[in-house]
């Protein structure tokens, strides 16, 4: 039986995140993954700046490969069924959309280490102080990166559908049609209860609408609403509103999984449930995790069976929950003041205190170094 230090289980942008720091640092890694890349993953392909900062990769980088990376510089947001939106403008690139399948294919390449497409983690053993893992790999560590279905995670959680967002969409060239979306603004519908939104966003000649909601209920009924709006307000092309063919996808909020960590193994990405409950961004949180999981294990200087399960499941807030603490009737009103509304996505969607609060701790550390 072959044995490596590290295996991945996943090559999602939380496990090729963490491969990727795993590599550099020199640990024996490989990752597993059940799909072939080029893969297609149900998401907006929204980003925001954390991403490049958390992976080290300028965007003039990125398109040098000849890959999509839209600039993104405002919102235009409404609630529904309120028909005038508000636009909201910022003074330089606020985030960046791109294809998954592209984007998703170029981190795992990226990553500089050992690959195997096309084989899902099956079968998980605790024997001694390794796992063995589909009967003929063994690690000492064992990083579950396999997203909503990992089979790490669900070997260290219960089944539960708590915090779970239910979420369907479509994306497809634009080729010709008419269409009134402006890449430079991605566009999003707020329900009416503010449990979910629906998204227009536009990477260069392709197009991107969905729905998510924070509860399965009436998500028939909201994705109804939500399409007949687009129907008569957007001008987007025709083959995008069949819904009944759109992708369906779910994936869970942070705060609702018990265990992030045990011992030699640690979750990442979706499979620790770690998106921002808010704005449902979660590729951020998954590069976050995965580079915070690949210095929790270079911490251990090599001794991987002793890597601190607890001071990584601290690090990455998993069980920290946020929300919104506005009475909803409020909200919506708030949701049409364009001032209120710029704060809301400076404050959940582009997270704007925890970048503040990030340099505010490398200054501090700064510092203290040169004292
Ligand atoms: C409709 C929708 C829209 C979204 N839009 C956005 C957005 O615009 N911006 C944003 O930041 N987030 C968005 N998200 C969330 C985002 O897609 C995820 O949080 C992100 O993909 C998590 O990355 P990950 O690497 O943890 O998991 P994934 O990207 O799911 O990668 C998991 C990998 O594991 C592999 N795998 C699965 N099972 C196994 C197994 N048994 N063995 C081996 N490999 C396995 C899969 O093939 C896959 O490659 C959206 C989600 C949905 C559903």
């Not at 059940?34 to 297609?40: H, L, T």
């Not at 003074?91 to 500089?112: H, K, M, N, P, T």
């Not at 053993?125 to 396999?146: C, F, K, P, Q």
């Not at 995790?289 to 069976?305: L, M, N, Q, W, Y």
Request: with cysteine.
């Amino acid at each position: 039986m072959r044995h490596v230090d590290v295996v991945v289980a996943g090559g999602g942008p939380a496990g090729s995140t963490c491969a990727w720091a795993l590599g550099r640092a020199g640990a024996n890694v490989l990752v597993l993954d059940g799909a072939r890349f080029p893969r297609d993953k149900v998401c907006a392909g929204w980003i925001t700046p954390r991403v490049l900062e958390v992976l080290g990769l300028t965007p003039e980088e990125y398109r040098a490969s000849g890959l999509v990376m839209q600039d993104m510089t405002g919102f235009r947001t409404s609630v529904l069924p309120n028909r005038r939106p508000v636009s909201t403008r910022y003074e330089s690139i606020v985030s960046y959309g791109v294809r998954r399948c592209e984007f998703d294919r170029y981190l795992l390449r990226r990553a500089g280490v050992e690959v195997v497409e096309g084989t899902a983690v099956s079968t998980l053993r605790r024997v001694a102080d390794r796992w063995i893992i589909n009967e003929h790999v063994s690690a000492t560590l064992l990083v579950g990166a396999g997203g909503q279905f990992c089979p790490v995670a669900r070997h260290l959680n219960p089944p539960s559908r708590d915090g779970l967002v239910i979420a369907r969409e479509i994306e497809l060239p634009i080729d010709g049609d008419r269409c009134s979306i402006d890449g430079s603004v991605p566009e999003l519908y707020f329900c009416h209860d503010l449990n979910g939104y629906g998204w227009c966003v536009r990477k260069g000649n392709f197009l991107n609408v969905g729905f998510g909601r924070r509860t399965g209920h009436e998500f028939q009924t909201h994705v109804r609403g939500f399409v007949q709006w687009l129907k008569v307000s957007r001008t987007v092309p025709e083959r995008v509103l069949d819904w009944t063919h759109w992708r369906g996808h779910a994936y869970r909020l942070r705060g609702a999984t018990p265990h992030v960590a045990g011992e030699g193994v640690l979750l990442i990405g979706d499979a620790a449930g770690l998106a921002w409950p808010e704005s449902g961004e979660g590729i951020a949180p998954a590069v976050e995790s995965g580079a915070i999981a690949a210095r929790t294990i270079v911490a251990s200087g090599g001794h991987f069976a002793s890597v601190d399960a607890l001071a990584y499941a601290n690090s990455i807030g998993a069980t920290a929950k946020t929300g919104l603490s506005v009475p909803m009737p409020l909200a919506r009103t708030l949701m049409r003041v364009p001032p209120l509304v710029r704060y809301a996505l400076d404050r959940w969607f582009l997270r704007v205190s925890d970048h503040r609060e990030r340099a505010r701790a490398l200054l501090w550390e700064k510092q203290n170094a040169s004292m």
